[in-house]
């Protein structure tokens, strides 16, 4: 590693079970068996045990289940555990926080963070705002994020104009879509950096910090550079991986999702989301957030 004391971590384990619906998605309402997940749960809690253990250097952590992880209580007990240990840096999951809140209590919110998810059709406008009003008034750091299909658009500019400017709003170009400079320009004023997300981004060859300072685990300890190169590194546990850990340039022709560019080192996005990386938060100066005293408005009652 160029750092060797520190070490971010995408972890996957096995679950793929989702409560929404979304047409976009694969795994939509897709159920995982009890022995499925009570293998999740058990590859979590060695994961867990893992990180903990680690005293050599630093560890920050991006859960990435295919599935919803916050509706199942192991993931909210790990991130509560991984949020208090004085060697992690970060602890962030991408959810639709459909999931109860009072956990939130337990969290280093120093330390803990999320990258929230809204998908209108599957839970109500209303509801999905009540959530980041009460992350909001917990102190807890989050964004949100919303995929750039054509009937999304009015939603999202509606929860831009409710959010403060403190929250960034994000928009992942939805997959298979192209956008023209006229369809991109209302996602860009929703979103200024849209422009990352819009096209694929060229990586054969760039360097990457994926497989330096950067790996992807599956629930078995299986170690990848990252989720998109399926070549192994070696393993979590027993150690193997380590060896493999050095500078590299990407093998594959383009890179088209955020949590892979944002590490491609020429498109420069650690200084864009710098302090916030595994979150999606930029910093203030590259989006314009500069409000983060502006309350959240409450949602409207609906007649």
């Not at 897709?30 to 045990?49: G, M, P, V």
């Not at 192991?74 to 109860?100: F, G, K, P």
């Not at 314009?288 to 609906?302: N, V």
Request: aromatic fraction near 10%; include cysteine; proline fraction near 7%.
């Amino acid at each position: 590693m160029s750092d060797r004391t520190a070490l971010t971590i995408l972890y996957r384990g096995p679950l793929a079970s989702c409560d929404y619906d979304c047409p976009y998605c694969p795994f939509a309402k897709r159920r995982d068996s009890r022995e499925q997940l009570r293998a999740d749960r058990a590859a979590l809690a060695r994961f867990t045990a893992w990180v903990l253990e680690q005293t050599d250097h630093r560890i920050s952590v991006l859960f990435t289940p295919w599935g919803e992880g916050l509706v199942r209580s192991w993931y909210r007990d790990a991130i509560v555990q991984l949020s208090q240990a004085s060697t992690v840096d970060r602890v962030a999951i991408q959810t639709n926080m459909s999931c109860r809140l009072d956990w939130l209590a337990d969290c280093d919110l120093d330390t803990a963070a999320f990258w929230v998810t809204y998908h209108p059709g599957q839970v109500s406008y209303e509801r999905f705002l009540g959530r980041c009003v009460e992350l909001s008034r917990r102190g807890v750091r989050f964004s949100v994020g919303i995929v750039g299909v054509p009937e999304h658009l009015e939603p999202a500019r509606r929860l831009r104009a409710d959010l403060p400017e403190s929250v960034y709003l994000w928009v992942n170009a939805a997959e298979g879509h192209s956008y023209s400079d006229e369809e991109a320009a209302p996602w860009s004023a929703v979103d200024p950096l849209f422009s990352h997300s819009r096209l694929p981004h060229r990586s054969a060859g760039l360097p990457c910090r994926t497989g330096d300072t950067v790996v992807s685990v599956l629930g078995d300890g299986t170690v990848r550079r990252c989720h998109f190169v399926p070549e192994p590194l070696g393993n979590l546990y027993d150690g193997s991986f380590r060896a493999a850990l050095r500078p590299r340039a990407c093998p594959l022709a383009q890179c088209d999702c955020h949590i892979g560019y944002v590490h491609l080192e020429p498109v420069g996005l650690y200084d864009v989301f710098a302090g916030g990386i595994l979150e999606r938060i930029p910093h203030a100066d590259h989006w314009g957030g500069t409000r983060p005293d502006t309350a959240i408005r409450e949602p409207a009652t609906s007649p």
